[in-house]
Nanobody, 120 residues
Framework: QVQVVESGGGLVQAGGSLRLSCAAS????????MGWYRQAPGNKRELVAA???????SYADSVKGRFTISRDNAKNTVYLQMNNLKPEDTAVYYC??????????????WGRGTQVTVSS
């Protein structure tokens, strides 16, 4: 069951910025922690940023200081502001619950994601 739609990706030069948006399920958004994940070809999907229902945030070391996650409960939307992008940030970015429940590895539990490509 897909409950999120990601958008905002694109092609950007190193050092540039993008803002990703995730429209989430209205029924659970305001009481659930949400996360942004990314997956590059050949790599495992990794959590890069998370935000709790009360707004507290956490980040992977690789993006800390460059990415900012936020949420607008009135709009049922979570955002990821990405600054100073690097080629190694290139990946498909997804949003989902944080943590992802056990057994949610299948494509039916994830949206299409949004492609971020950073050129050097």
């Amino acid at each position: 069951q897909v409950q999120v739609v990601e958008s905002g990706g694109g092609l950007v030069q190193a050092g540039g910025s993008l803002r990703l948006s995730c429209a989430a399920s209205a029924s659970i958004f305001s009481i659930s922690a949400m996360g942004w994940y990314r997956q590059a070809p050949g790599n495992k999907r990794e959590l890069v940023a998370a935000i709790s229902s009360d707004g507290s945030t956490s980040y992977a070391d690789s993006v800390k200081g460059r990415f900012t996650i936020s949420r607008d409960n009135a709009k049922n939307t979570v955002y990821l502001q990405m600054n100073n992008l690097k080629p190694e940030d290139t990946a498909v970015y997804y949003c989902n619950l944080d943590p992802v429940p056990t057994g949610w590895g299948g494509s039916e539990y994830w949206g299409r994601g949004t492609q971020v490509t950073v050129s050097s």
